[in-house]
């Protein structure tokens, strides 16, 4: 194992503000043993710059204590019970250094305005729990994409229709394993679902891999600038999201072991789905069969505020 990735992954995981980080490593294949972070304060942002007079907010995670507070993206924090933060490092440690449950006025800066609210932090919950109620329930991020042999796909023409994406990558071999479920899965539902495999790699090693090893089961659209790897918390592959016809994600799964909630999502989600039926596709892997690494660490942009 990459041992400077693992400590890197594990430090990630520690931290209170933000479980995952959704850009300071890339995606990696799903390790059980990474599951649980420590037990810490949870605020529920993502931390975007600190420019010396606070710290921007990236995102608000729904159903956090940032959220139901009404932080709100592009909001600078700038205290922490009255005192000053200047940087995502002093950030962490002040939110970190309270007791779980316990309440903290944040203040921020929104355009003109100085505002500050109060909110009960609880305990830090797993990286997939906090993706889970941040996206499913909630509309879809969309964008507009170009497929590895150059077809463009426009943003809105799902518009109307289910559609499962599928984050995927070349070194992923957990990925590979989980290939014959997910065909199985577009195979049964055919023309009432669309499959999209989307790969945040740069688009000459994406088609470089398509030469050599032959077309999949849907075709793989390029994510290199990871709007969409950023927008639905990936931090893991393999990781799935199905969308229902109104716009509105109705579940997510990360590893191969979980592709079970998503065919239980889609047997009562669509008319052709039966949910007395077996599920699609290839039994479940041997137990660690879909942990993998990638073959090499590349460099992305680092949130502020991590390591």
Not at 56 to 71: G, H, N, W, Y
Request: net charge negative; glycine share 8%.
């Amino acid at each position: 194992m990459n041992t400077k990735l693992f400590r890197r992954s594990l430090l990630l995981i520690a931290l209170s503000l933000a479980p995952f980080s959704l850009t300071a490593l890339p995606a990696q294949a799903q390790e059980p043993d990474f599951a649980r972070p420590m037990a810490r304060p949870w605020l529920g942002i993502i931390l975007g710059a600190s420019d010396g007079t606070g710290v921007e907010v990236k995102l608000v995670l729904r159903t956090s204590p940032a959220d139901e507070a009404e932080l709100r993206q592009g909001d600078r924090v700038i205290a922490v019970d009255g005192e000053p933060v200047r940087t995502a490092g002093k950030l962490l440690a002040l939110v970190r250094g309270k007791r779980i449950n316990s309440t903290v006025d944040i203040t921020v800066r929104r355009g003109e305005e100085v505002l500050t609210r109060s909110m009960t932090l609880p305990s830090s919950p797993t990286p997939d729990e906090v993706a889970r109620r941040h996206l499913v329930g909630a509309p879809a991020p969309t964008h507009s994409l170009e497929a590895a042999d150059g077809d463009p796909l426009p943003a809105d023409s799902l518009e109307g229709k289910p559609y499962l994406l599928d984050f995927w990558a070349t070194w992923c071999q957990a990925c590979k394993l989980a290939e014959p479920r997910i065909a199985a899965i577009a195979e049964r539902y055919g023309d009432d679902l669309t499959v999209i495999t989307l790969s945040d790699e740069e688009p000459g090693v994406v088609r470089e891999y398509l030469q050599n090893n032959g077309t999949r089961h849907s075709p793989v659209y390029l994510d290199t600038n990871r709007v969409l790897t950023e927008a639905f918390l990936v931090r893991a592959l393999p990781t799935y999201a199905l969308v229902g016809a109104d716009g509105e994600v109705v579940e997510v799964a990360f590893g191969v072991d979980d592709i079970a909630s998503i065919e239980r999502a889609l047997a009562t989600t669509l008319p052709s789905g039966d949910p007395s039926a077996d599920p699609p596709g290839a039994s479940a892997p041997e137990p660690g069969a879909s942990a993998a690494e990638p073959s090499e660490e590349r460099d992305t942009k680092t949130d502020a505020g991590a390591p």
